[in-house]
Every structure is written in C-alpha cells, then in structure tokens.
Nanobody
Framework: VQLQASGGGLVQAGDSLRLSCAAS????????MGWFRRAPGKEREFVAA????????YYADSVKGRFTISRDNAKNTLYLQMNSLKPEDTAVYYC?????????????????????WGQGTQVTVSS
C-alpha cells in the first residue's frame, strides 16, 4: 500500500489549496479514505473522510463548509479542496486508508482505525 500526498504550500489567509493523494498497491475504489492533520505542538487530528460505497462524506467541525473531500476512482486519487484557509489550518496533512474491516462511520475520527498512511504534505497559512 502506498499513499503519496501532494499539493501543500504557503498561502495567505482566505486562499485556497487542493491536496491530492495518489494511491497504489490496493483496490482504491473499495476502500474508505480520510485526511488528517498535525499542527505544530499538537496531536494529529481528523479532518475529513469519504466512503467507497456511496461517496458519503464526514468532516470535522473546524473545517465543515470550507473543505471538501472527494475521490476519483479512475485515477486512484483522493482530494481535499481547502477554501477560506485560516492560519489555524497550518499543519502537515496526511491521507490515510481506513481499516477495511470496519464500517465507514465506526471510529471515523480515530487515527487508530486507519492502518495505512501517506508521508504528509505541509500547508502553511499566513495571516
């Protein structure tokens, strides 16, 4: 299993970025996927998740209405569109594959339920 995140960068508050996560080594279309982030000095936190079966989505309250998670199964790629970025969104963003043995909403916010992780991409939002 390989997950390669990209698209991070340095932007100003209010700007947008789109992160991508290229997946390989498994059947991407049959797996629930998620994005997490870790800000400096903080624990890794859940950002968003998307199901494989119905493309259902779920967001952390802190990003709801600003971020959109999506997937392109033909390209084996996961996306995170981030709009209206804030300085508090500054973090390393990670894509992850959820445990295939659990339902989409089971432990959806728990990083422990995501056994496979990408390397992360840095997002820095200046004020």
């Amino acid at each position: 299993v390989q997950l390669q995140a990209s698209g991070g960068g340095l932007v100003q508050a209010g700007d947008s970025l789109r992160l991508s996560c290229a997946a390989s080594g498994f059947t991407f279309s049959n797996n629930n996927m998620g994005w997490f982030r870790r800000a400096p000095g903080k624990e890794r936190e859940f950002v968003a998740a998307i199901s494989w079966r119905t493309n259902s989505t779920y967001y952390a309250d802190s990003v709801k209405g600003r971020f959109t998670i999506s997937r392109d199964n033909a390209k084996n790629t996961l996306y995170l569109q981030m709009n209206s970025l804030k300085p508090e969104d500054t973090a390393v963003y990670y894509c992850a594959r959820k445990d295939s043995g659990r339902g989409f909403y089971i432990n959806i916010r728990s990083s422990a339920d995501y056994p496979y992780w990408g390397q992360g991409t840095q997002v820095t939002v200046s004020s």
